[in-house]
């Protein structure tokens, strides 16, 4: 059975950093991409920052300051987050599935979600 949970999410200023943790159980690494994923207020979901064995994605608006991990046994993926800014207030999701390995958001129907956790940035 595969579960995610998410933690790590808070309220930072601009400029500050944050780290997202994603414990995964039931997750091969590698047979699962992992990714994190964001949804704005009244914005649609949109890729973060995907990690797939040893190759990671960014997506262009968080390139040079969001860095994609995992710790040591594969089962967390972490995301690194510096040099925040208003506009990556969101709620941020962890998700796992087989197949293409992108920062675009897969079919919620073959991937498998966390409950999401809360950053805001204020300016």
């Known amino acids: 059975q595969v579960q995610l949970l998410e933690s790590g999410g808070g309220s930072v200023q601009s400029g500050g950093s944050l780290k997202l943790s994603c414990a995964t159980s039931?997750?091969?690494?590698?047979?699962?991409?992992v990714g994190w994923f964001r949804q704005g207020p009244g914005k649609e979901r949109e890729g973060v920052a995907t990690?797939?064995?040893?190759?990671?994605y960014y997506a262009d608006s968080v390139k040079g300051r969001f860095v994609i991990s995992q710790d040591g046994t594969r089962n967390t993926v972490h995301l690194q987050m510096n040099s925040l800014e208003p506009e990556d207030t969101a709620m941020y999701y962890c998700?796992?599935?087989?197949?293409?390995?992108?920062?675009?958001?897969?079919?919620?129907?073959?991937?498998?979600w966390g409950q999401g956790t809360q950053v805001t940035v204020s300016s």
């Open positions: 998700a796992a599935w087989r197949g293409a390995c992108t920062t675009q958001v897969p079919n919620i129907a073959n991937s498998f």
């Open positions: 039931g997750v091969p690494y590698s047979l699962y991409c």
């Open positions: 990690v797939y064995v040893t190759r990671t």
